[in-house]
């Protein structure tokens, strides 16, 4: 949620303030939520250990850090592609800020939602506690989104440049990369000599 109204008015410098801005924004947030739910769910079926959290959080933390260098140039190529001396057509008013948004901000979105599913997985030890789990899992999830609302809206927009939010989202999340990858290390079994660790 941070992203959301962050990015959101990240991307009003280029294409204004318009309804049309925050319509890109919160669409763009909704297909990353799709997406990240589906391949969270689907890699940790697979895939059950922490580390493989670290293998995403970490590069999608790089691509926060570097928004402020290299979303400029990826939001003036949509900019400067229309004819300057000719009026931008109304779809692509409407367009544009989608293009922006999903460009700069779609991966890691996505990335960040995939949290969510692979928690669930995670922690599911016996079925007959899976809809308490999930349920825990989701209800810290939404918290975490209320309050990111919150502070970003009330707090870091007032006191901090957008691009100091950005490189601090991306050091959280490569932070949050590495404490999974600590995580994976203390759970997995010990192997003793001549034997073999069981599947994850």
Known sequence: MVLEIVGARFLAK???????VWVSQIGVVLIALAAGYYLGGALADRWQRPSLLMALLVPAGVLL???????GWLIEA??????????????WQ?????????????????VLTMLSPYMIRLSTRDLAQLGRSSGMIIAISTFGS???????????IDHLRLSAIFRWMGALTIGLGCLCLILDRATLPTA?????????
């Open 192 to 200: 003793r000599p001549g034997s073999r660790l069981p599947p994850a």
């Open 14 to 20: 280029d294409f204004g303030s318009s309804f049309h």
């Open 146 to 156: 209320i309050a990111g609302v919150f502070v970003s809206g009330f707090i870091l």
């Open 78 to 91: 949509i900019i400067t592609r229309h004819p300057p001396d000719q009026p931008i057509p109304a779809l």
């Open 65 to 71: 850090w570097i928004i402020p260098e290299t979303a």
């Open 94 to 110: 409407k367009l544009d800020p989608v293009l922006g948004s999903a460009l700069v901000f779609l991966l890691p979105c996505v």
